[in-house]
């Protein structure tokens, strides 16, 4: 569904005059008409929405692009059956990231012989979604090749359980305001992959190359107005060589070229009533001669 975002921000970005396309107030004006559709038009989750990754993705939205395994792994974590309102959920947020931390450790989804990583879990606006209560958590592992072992861990079929088991121990088991006597085990689900992010890099070199071509083709010296295309004194166009309008078509119909097919059957035509008039002068003169003979 943000690819169907994103396609609905580059044709709303077209509808703009080109100076307009690099205002960043109007850029952020149209990522967030982006989001709105996401939301409201194509019912997606307000908590799987990245701010910071749709900008990216519209950076270079006409680009083919490249990308790479990032440092960070995100996760979905939905909280099951949900009594919790967000408004609830909201001063409870930096103890779901204090049990990553720490869960992303514990022995049932690590490897025996894998040591523990320190990563920084930062957790997004939570969204009411039917039952569930969904956040988006960012865990960052510091490099791509630790975020790879991470995600085999938060991956782990043990790692909702731990998490929930952890996360109702801070929260104390009980929800916000709620008599101490009823006390709540919060069971997660979790979804969670490694991120991919763009090769910026190479998508800044490929839009360079691409900028210098087009300006290449713009003002390139063979093309246009230039020495071997176009109106030149070349071989080609309106020149003076031997083809186009060279010497060949400007002596057309001149002294020095060929009389054309019209022309010729005029010559012939005159030729012709030249000698009959002739051969009737002479039996004229003939007929009288003989006349004056007798």
Same mark, same amino acid.
């Given at each position: 569904m ?15 005059e ?11 004006? *149209? ?5 709105? $559709? $996401? ?16 900008? *990216?993705?519209? *950076? $270079? ?31 409870m ?29 930062s ?9 569930k ?20 861990r938060v ?51 490929? *839009? ?11 003002n ?40 054309s ?27 009288? $001669?003989l006349?004056?003979?007798?």
């Open positions: 943000e690819k169907l975002a994103l396609e609905k921000y580059r044709v709303e970005m077209q509808k703009l080109a100076s307009e396309r690099t205002d960043d107030a109007k850029v952020n004006e *149209k990522v967030k008409e982006a989001q709105t $559709y $996401y939301e409201n038009e194509l019912n997606g989750d307000p908590s799987d929405w990245d701010d910071e990754r749709f900008k *990216k993705e519209a *950076k $270079y939205v006409d680009q083919e692009l490249t990308y790479k395994k990032d440092k960070r792994v995100e996760m979905k974590v939905s909280m099951k059956d949900a009594n919790l309102t967000v408004d609830e959920y909201k001063p947020k930096d103890k779901l990231e204090a049990s990553i931390e720490e869960e992303v450790n514990n022995a049932q989804v690590k490897g025996g012989s894998d040591t523990d990583m320190e990563v920084t879990a957790c997004g606006e939570p969204s009411k979604y039917g039952s209560m969904n956040i988006v958590c960012k865990i960052d592992a510091g490099d791509a090749t630790k975020a790879g072992n991470l995600e085999t991956r782990h079929a043990k790692f909702p359980e731990v998490l929930g088991a952890k996360f109702t121990e801070k929260a104390g088991g009980r929800r916000l305001n709620a008599p101490r006597h009823l006390s709540t085990a919060y069971a997660f689900e979790t979804e969670a992959s490694q991120e991919l992010s763009i090769d910026e890099a190479e998508a800044d070199a490929a *839009k360079a190359n691409t900028d210098t071509e087009n300006k290449n083709i713009n390139d010296g063979n093309t246009g107005n230039d020495g071997n295309t176009g109106n030149d004194n070349g071989n080609t166009g309106n020149d003076n060589g031997n083809t186009g309008n060279g010497n060949t078509r400007l002596n057309l119909g001149g002294g020095n070229s060929p009389s097919s019209g022309e010729e059957e005029d010559l012939l035509s005159v030729s012709s009533t030249t000698t009959v008039s002739l051969l009737s002068a002479m039996f004229t003169c003939l007929a009288v $001669y006349l004056q003979e007798n």
